[in-house]
């Protein structure tokens, strides 16, 4: 069964830091590349970071120096931790997963290419 279970949302001031962690399922964590995503109130879904299972990452630009994405292949915990944290970062973020065979050297942003998602956690950085 896949499963995929964040923890770590919290409210902060602008410039504050938060870590988000992702509990998955063997399965989940399996061979396919794992991401971050966050929703904005009022908008779609945006992929913020993502990690393939050998190492390389991938950054959305308007995350990329202050946030990093990692994991922990004994604990099957994929983490994010956000540095320098704005306003417009606040929303609701998710972990994501994929079954398909993937064979790219890049670990994709798009929500279209991942299968499973957890339900989500908020994250409110004020002003």
């Known amino acids: 069964q896949v499963q995929l279970q964040e923890s770590g949302g919290d409210a902060v001031q602008a410039g504050g830091s938060l870590r988000l962690s992702c509990a998955a399922s063997?399965?989940?964590?399996?061979?396919?590349?794992l991401a971050w995503f966050r929703q904005a109130p009022g908008k779609g879904r945006e992929g913020v970071a993502s990690?393939?299972?050998?190492?390389?990452?991938n950054y959305a630009d308007s995350v990329k120096g202050r946030w990093t994405i990692s994991k922990d292949d004994a604990k099957f915990t994929l983490y994010l931790q956000m540095n320098a944290l704005k306003p417009e970062d606040t929303g609701i973020y998710s972990c994501?997963?994929?079954?398909?065979?993937?064979?790219?050297?890049?670990?994709?942003?798009?929500?279209?290419?991942?299968?499973?998602w957890g339900r989500g956690g908020q994250v409110a950085v004020s002003s």
């Open positions: 990690i393939d299972h050998d190492g390389p990452t």
């Open positions: 063997p399965f989940a964590y399996a061979a396919y590349p």
């Open positions: 994501a997963g994929g079954e398909r065979l993937w064979t790219g050297s890049i670990p994709p942003l798009a929500e279209s290419e991942y299968d499973y």
